[in-house]
């Protein structure tokens, strides 16, 4: 199980982490990522991280401004965004799954229930 939090109202330029807790022996297990879904349009991976940390992913549009991270000893994966835009306006997901570079939701086995960041301009 994934819980999500930390989304909330942020103007642009500003910063903001959401979390995510996940329960279960076998966190370290998967590879973590942060799905996102603007209205209107498909859900979208703009993060992933692998199983031990040491491989990530990023989306180009996100590519320079946010951070994934993960600590496998207290089940917690992390999204660290900067320099946030109006365009990041979007809810956020995270998921879990089980191959590194897999970028289709439908390849995420796991799923929070999201969390709704609004960048105002």
């Known amino acids: 199980q994934l819980q999500a939090s930390g989304g909330g109202l942020v103007q642009a330029g500003g910063s903001l982490t959401l979390s995510c807790a996940a329960s279960?022996?076998?966190?370290?297990?998967?590879?973590m990522g942060w799905f996102r879904q603007a209205p209107g349009k498909e859900r979208e991976l703009v993060a992933a991280i692998s199983q031990n940390g040491g491989w990530t992913y990023y989306a180009d549009s996100v590519k320079g401004r946010f951070t994934i991270s993960r600590d496998n000893a207290k089940n917690m994966v992390y999204l660290q965004m900067n320099s946030l835009k109006p365009e990041d306006t979007a809810v956020y997901y995270c998921?879990?799954?089980?191959?590194?570079?897999?970028?289709?939701?439908?390849?995420?086995?796991?799923w929070g229930q999201g969390t709704l960041l609004t960048v105002s301009s």
């Open positions: 279960g022996r076998t966190f370290s297990s998967y590879v």
């Open positions: 998921a879990a799954g089980r191959l590194f570079g897999q970028r289709e939701e439908t390849e995420y086995d796991y």
